[in-house]
Structures are given as structure tokens and as C-alpha cells.
């Protein structure tokens, strides 16, 4: 295909018909009131030169795209200046010569030279103005169209590295207070300390070698949860309490790598850590056909506001569901009577997103 | 002897503080807390001449339980991670532990609080409480005493706030409280989107309007679910009416 708007575009190319069509009837209409020519050569005439001009106008597309890309008034002026001077020649020579050989009778034959120069030049001039301020406008809409398209879409490869950092980005707090639980252990119960130290260092090595991959099994993804619940369950003790309810066929499922991870740390701020009571983290996985849904529930102290803390991770779990999937429903959330349930709906995997 | 409290919510980072006191013959560990209510209850009653204080607590933070205390004890701050009180913390040359800590680091900080004590030299970290503060970005809850009692007050349950000299009186859902802090701390701290100051006296809870009528040239009365009534300046007005969208 030619890269011209008006062969690219059905609403351009029947727009650029029309308003020839439109130019021919108001030219030939003029022309037959105050010329006194009779109307077939009239309108004859008439379609040859705007015919002929419309033909011309065509190329002159390109010649716009040189000028758009091209620095320095003067040039430009010089450009459009030869351009216009050549345009007009080769117009009203082709024209003039089909006109006075199918009508060598006709009103044009018959002109005095210094008028046809004058019409020439005048038309001329007023119609190469017309193209090149419509092909001017079009470029224009067209490269910011472009720009804000591209933004938009740089926009999106950012928010795609930002989460991929936050991904993998690990809770200080949560890092110092092991270590101290470590520490601590030590002094009182080797093994244990020994046993923490090793969940510790799986849990860590699994947040830093998933960043290359987009989805794991959530199989995978549950070991490593229950990595990270053992090692929170040292430094709270009994207010910590978890269950898995997880169906055999949703363990297959493939699931964004790390996707889970921030609801149970907001579980453990919100509820474990503002409660001096037992909290329960209750997770449920099942398929629905082929769609995985997860919902993760904790309870938490009433009076303790969730507060909006929990927000930004769970709207970057909304944000990641979205750019992978394209949907936006996938997160829904709950908080009544001091239970705060969140689920997640995992649509299969396509094979070109893995 | 030296009479110390060990507030912790996390049971092994309590066995570890006591775990090193040990060795130390002239301390006397009278107790623990796992929470700041606890703690705030055990310091008025035990009258501690030292508290190990966990800055990250559940109900009340250690800054929180420090601002209502009676009693004073000197204190030895713990904190696995938090930038700002670390750096308060430095500014003000009090004594902190940054959890894990090892047994040299946790010795010095005791050492120099011991020979604080056998000098009396009082600890003061009024600056400390402050700077803290400056940095909480938002409230979520306001911890008041209320005659021997602590209440905490959700702040969606606030309904107006109102200046009484150099306290504000507190008027929530659940009753009146008295605490000694500025408007312009509430101001700041409060969500503004649902708090707005609408006269020089006056924040109120726009979730808790329940009428705006117009009382002289430039002034309003607001009147409120609970059936309080409030006045409104014309630039808290201005502020009332861009809050509410009007």
C-alpha cells in the first residue's frame, strides 16, 4: 500500500473526493453565471483543471513529510516557493493543452495570454495553499496522535519495571526482625535457630531467582508461602495461625510468580501485628473450569483500621493482574465484620504471554 | 538494683534482651509486655527504673505509650528497621539498639544508661516523641488518657475537635477527651480530605455533617449528627465547600 493518508484511510480518501467534487461545483457554477460560456464546455473545462490539479495535489504529501523533517525557515520557503512555481506550470499546462484540443473553439482557446497567466497564478497559488495547510494539519494531529500513543505505552512498560522491582524487593522489617528472632534462637534453641536460618535462606533465594520468570505453579508459589509463615510464625508465636485449603487440581495452576506474597504480608501488618489476639490467615484455592480462584481471608482486631498501608499493595496486585491478563476485575476484595477477605481470579495462561 | 521492663511484641526478641541482662548482677528484670496497653499499665504500677521499648508495637507504639505515661523511666530503644527514629534517635543522643544487635553494642547502651541513673541525670526524650510525630504522615488512631485509663480513638470516630487553651478537646462517637496537643498538629495529621479546620477553634469531620445554615454576614453554623453545633469562619467555609465538592 502507498503511504498516503488518503489510500490508508477510507474517511480521508472519500473526504479528499468530496471536497474536489465540492470545489468543481462551486468553480463551474461561477464560472457559467458570470462567464457567459455555454455549460458543457463549462463544466468540461472545469473538470479538467480541477481534475488535473486534485491528480497533482496528490504527491505533494511527501513533499510536506521532507519539509516537516527539514530545519530552517528559509529553506522551507524557498522549498515551497519552487515547489508551488513548478506545480503551477505543469498544472496549467496539462490542463491547458487537453482543454484546447478537445474544445479548440472554446472561451479558454480564445483568452488573451496575460489573462490566462494572471488566472493561473492566482488559482494556482490559493490551491497549492489549501493542499499544503490541510497536509500540514494532518501531519500534525497525526504526530501527536503518535506521541501520545507512545507515551502511553512507555507509561506501561515503566509501571511493568516498577512492579517488577517491587516484586522482588524484600520487607526490611520483616528481614531484621528474623534475623533478631535468629539471634535470639541461638542463645536458647540451636536447632531451631539452625532450622530458621535455613527457611530464611530458601524463602530469600526463591524472591531472587523468580525475577526473570512471569508465572510458576501454585504449588511453588504455596512452598514458598509456607516458607515465609514459619519464619513470621517464630516471631509471633501463637497469634499467628494459617490454614491451606487447596484443591489437587488448583496446585497445577500457573500463577504470576510472587503475586500472593503481598497479601500475606498485609495480613500479618494489618491483622497479626496491630492484634494482641490469635489471627487466622485462611487460604482456599479451587478451579472454576479452567480459571483458578484464590481467596486469602484473615481476621483481624476490631478497631484496628486497615489502614492505608494495604492499599498500594493491593493495588499493585490489581496493576499487575491488569497489564498481564488485560482485565480488570480480577482483584475483588471484602472487609466486613473484622474479617478482610481478598480473592484473586487467574484466568489460564495463553501461550504467548508465557 | 536497677529495676527493668521489657516491652516486646515478639517473645523471642524479649528472651533475647533477657538473655543478655544476665550477666549484668545489678539489674532486676520485674517484667515483660507483649503490647503497649500492657506496658503503659506496668510502667504506672511498677515505677521501673529502665524500659527496653519496641518502637513498632500493636494498639500503641512506643512513641504513643511514651506520651502518656506517668512515670518516666529511661529508656533503651529498640527498632529492627526505621529510618526516621534512627534518625532522631542519633540527633538526640538517646540510647537505641537496631535489632539483630550483638552483645558488645547492647552492653555499651546499658552501660552508659547505668551510669546515667547513678548520676540521676533525667533522660529527655521529649525531642525524640516530637521529631517522631513530625514524621507520622496520618493518623489512624489518638491514644488518650482518660483518668486512669487509656482510650484509643479511631479517627473515623472523631466527630469535631475543639481548642481549649493549650489542650484540644477531643469529641468522638464514644465520648470526650482531653489531650494536650495543638490544632495545627490535628491539622496536619488528619486526613484532609475528611478533616477540615473551619474556624480558628474548630476541625470537624465532614463524614459527620448534617447541616450548614447561614448564621450572620460571613459566618455559618454547622450542625452536627451528634447535635453539636459549630461555627464556621468564611475561609473555613471556603475550605468546607471545596471539601464537600459544593
Known sequence: MIDHPIFKNRVLGIGYLSLWSFILIVNTGLDYYYGRAEFGEVIITNTIFCGVFALLSIPLWYNVGDCMRQRGWWLLIFNHLATASIFIIVWYSISYYVVVSLLPEGKVAHMPKDHLVSFAIFSGLMGYTIVILSYY???????????????????????EVEISMLRSQINPHFLFNSLNSISSLTMIDAERAQEMVIKLSDYLRYTVSQEKSVFVTLRKEIENLNRYLDIEKVR?????????NVEELAYDAEIPVMILQPLYENAIKHGVYESTEPITIETKAVMDEDVLVVSIKNNYQEGVPMGKGAGIGLRN????LKLIYQNDRLLHIKNESSTFEVTLIIPPVKKEQA | MIRTLIIDDEEPA???VKKFLEPFAEIEVVGECSDGFLAVKSINELKPDLIFLDVQMPKLSGFELLEIIEHRPNVIFTTAYDSYAIKAFDQNAVDYLLKPFSKERFAEALSKVMGRIASKVEQNYNEVIAIAEEKTDIL????VKSGSKIEIIAVADIVFIESEGDYVMINSKGGKYLKEKTMKY?????DSNTFIRVHRSFIININEISRIELFEKESYIIKLKNGAQVKASSSGYKALKDALKL
Do not use: P, T
Open chain 2, 14 to 16: 524479649r528472651l533475647l
Open chain 2, 140 to 143: 489512624q488512631r489518638v491514644a
Open chain 2, 186 to 190: 490535628f491539622e496536619q495529621h488528619l
Open chain 1, 137 to 159: 494539519l494532518h501531519m500534525y494531529s497525526r504526530d501527536l496522535r503518535s506521541k501520545h500513543e507512545n507515551e502511553l505505552l512507555l507509561q506501561r512498560s515503566l509501571k
Open chain 1, 317 to 320: 496486585i490489581a496493576e499487575r
Open chain 1, 236 to 244: 509471633f508465636g501463637s497469634k499467628l495461625l494459617y490454614v491451606f
